[in-house]
């Protein structure tokens, strides 16, 4: 399964990022900082934006179903449903249940009932371990972890990552 990408394979900047969809930070990444992201830099075409999942787990009830249930959306219904999910999901950090996992994915097109079983059958573990295994490769600790042009980021925040894209640009 392809990684979920947005803006073009040939743009100047890469932006990486590992997430666990349970982790608290990644949601402040998600709701604060991605937007800007995807608005300045993705739309424009200077950033080819990269999510990477990196189930610590976090939770271990839901780091890896719902991971899973994104993963079933992006297979499902492709990669901008999967982001749309991706960022309401992060609405009910702390809440998930499968009816909201369900409730979503209808929200973005999915079908609820194949994506509340991919999160209980936890049908896309091999992707999501592979992702964490390549992460673990680069570096990466905890959750969220920004590279910008293969060079991980000590924050997440805004301007950190503004003034590194700015930078490799």
């Known amino acids: ?7 073009p394979a040939d743009a100047p900047v890469t932006v990486a990022v ?3 969809y349970a982790c608290p930070h990644c949601q402040h990444y ?14 424009d075409g200077v950033v080819h934006y990269e999510h990477h999942d990196f189930p610590i787990p976090v939770d271990p009830d839901w780091s890896y179903p719902a991971a899973s249930a994104a993963r079933a959306v992006q297979d499902s219904v492709g990669v901008d449903a999967f982001f749309q999910y991706s ?6 950090l702390g809440n998930y249940s499968l009816d909201v996992i369900g409730r979503l994915a209808s929200d973005v097109g999915a079908d609820p009932e194949a994506v509340q079983t991919a999160a209980t059958d936890l049908r896309y573990k091999p992707v ?15 959750t969220p972890t920004v590279f910008v ?4 980021l000590s924050a997440y925040d805004w ?7 700015e930078s490799a640009r």
Do not use: C, W
Request: proline letters at 5%.
């Open 149 to 152: 042009n293969g060079t991980a």
């Open 30 to 43: 998600v709701q604060d900082t991605f937007p800007q992201l995807r608005s300045q830099y993705v739309a």
């Open 87 to 92: 960022t309401k999901l992060y609405d009910h």
């Open 159 to 165: 301007q950190t990552v503004s003034d590194a894209i």
């Open 128 to 142: 999501l371990d592979a992702d964490r295994s390549k992460g673990i490769e680069a570096g990466v600790k905890g």
């Open 1 to 7: 399964m392809p990684t979920p990408t947005l803006g």
């Open 18 to 20: 590992y997430e666990d």
